[in-house]
């Protein structure tokens, strides 16, 4: 019934090998952080899972001089071949600690066992053995080596994937041949602290990767520290700007920023309707729609609006909304009471400006009265100028939007500030890959809802941010380009 016969809370605890105290990972070691410590929450339950000793600005410091002396002592140096063999170490580790990382994201971050498991934990692993196949390629074009790593990587991920964006930022950093401190998320930091032992068990020279959870100030001490080479960021558009603007003014970091998103689900009249209705739900609900490539408008043309809207609705409905641990549970509480208010708060601006809520949008009752679940909401009738339709919730909540043909479609759909995702709909091969085209987004899906590849760039136009993650051009994010012009004369 639940994950590996359903735990109960004691037994899931014992799974995910749950401590009472987490600490900051420094030069190869866990140490006593000098911030003040945080309790880390179950949004299921709203109990104290762990206490968790923080980094402050001092410890940031020592983090980057271990990061700067790893670098230059032992990592730069290190052969490619070398790396490739911790890679594919950590790797194997993370697979032979799938369970305990599974659960304990799932305590930690609220999402269903069944996306932790067999998603996120999984996907995390594949891109260190796909970054290890990198390591040794990329030591020798033309007469010199090329390219080069660009030193010490500062990296800060958000609190809705923490450990596939952690696995996001540290591969390709590692593979290159930079060092790395990370800062996780501060209200899911213990997948990343485990990810410490994992860097521990595998034996990776000390100070290579350093992880300081703590409040937003340490990542903001990270972005102004002239210590550090590069900065990866993953989380909103608005911190992206501060940290675009403070990393100009420090020492001119190279910056790379995955941002927020407003992605359309676009769906033609000819669309295979059964599959649409299944992807615009699984797209958009999915994490509790805490997603920057969720689906949240779906343009729908008018023929099949209707009926369209209908089945989204009722396949809504069907969701089963409960334990995270529980295998039967297709969507989780959202992260916390405070974005449950924030999402909520949108809900109300939905059905202010017109829009038909269609299903959703309650706190539901018994067991779930306790911790900040949110019944997935649907609004039918949309405009793309509301407030739902035009600012990212990251929540549960998707808006229907109706059109008439493409001519009237893609003003719409280009009329936002974010361009990271989406998807489209139709049987009509050259309408498919004319509006491809034309969607003003980094990555479209036809007849799919699939956005991440490890193998294919990731990232998107405008406010949804700089630069492309995965694949090849994830290398290129943590390294830089020598010429090297040799005489023969």
Known sequence: MGIFDYAPAPESRAIANLKDNYRPFINGEFVDGSGEPLKTINPATEEVLAEVSTASVSDVDIAVKAARKAYTGVWSKMPGSERAKYLFRIARLIQERSRELAVLESLDNGKPIKESRDSDVPTAAAHFFYHAGWADKLEYAGYGPNPRPLGVAGQVIPWNFPLLMLAWKIAPALATGNTVVLKPAETTPLTALVFAEI???????PGVVNILPGAGAVGGQLVEHPGIDKIAFTGSTEVGKLIARASSESNLKRVSLELGGKSPNIVFADADLERAVENAVSSVFGNAGQDCCARTRAFVQRPVAAEFSDRVAARTRRLRLGDPLDEATEMGPLISLQQR???????????????????????????????????????????????????????????????????????MVNDTP??????????????????????????????????????????????????????????????????VFISLD
């Open 199 to 205: 860097c521990q068990q595998a034996e990776l020279p």
């Open 341 to 411: 208010e924030r999402v909520e708060g949108y809900l109300q601006a939905g059905r202010q400006e017109g829009a038909q809520l269609l299903t959703g949008g309650s706190r539901p009752g018994g067991a779930l009265a306790q911790g900040s679940y949110l019944e997935p909401a649907v609004f039918g009738r949309a405009d793309n100028r509301m407030r739902i339709a035009r600012e990212e919730i990251f929540g549960p909540v998707l808006a229907i939007i109706p059109f008439d043909d493409e001519a009237d479609l893609l003003p």
């Open 418 to 483: 974010y361009g990271l995702s989406g998807s489209l709909w139709t049987r009509d091969i050259g309408r498919a890959l004319r509006v491809a085209r034309a969607v003003r987004t980094g990555v479209i899906s036809i007849n799919s809802s699939k956005s991440v590849h490890q193998e294919a760039p990731f990232g998107g136009y405008k406010r949804s941010g700089i630069g492309r993650e995965l694949g090849m051009h994830a290398i290129q994010l943590y390294t830089e380009v020598k010429n």
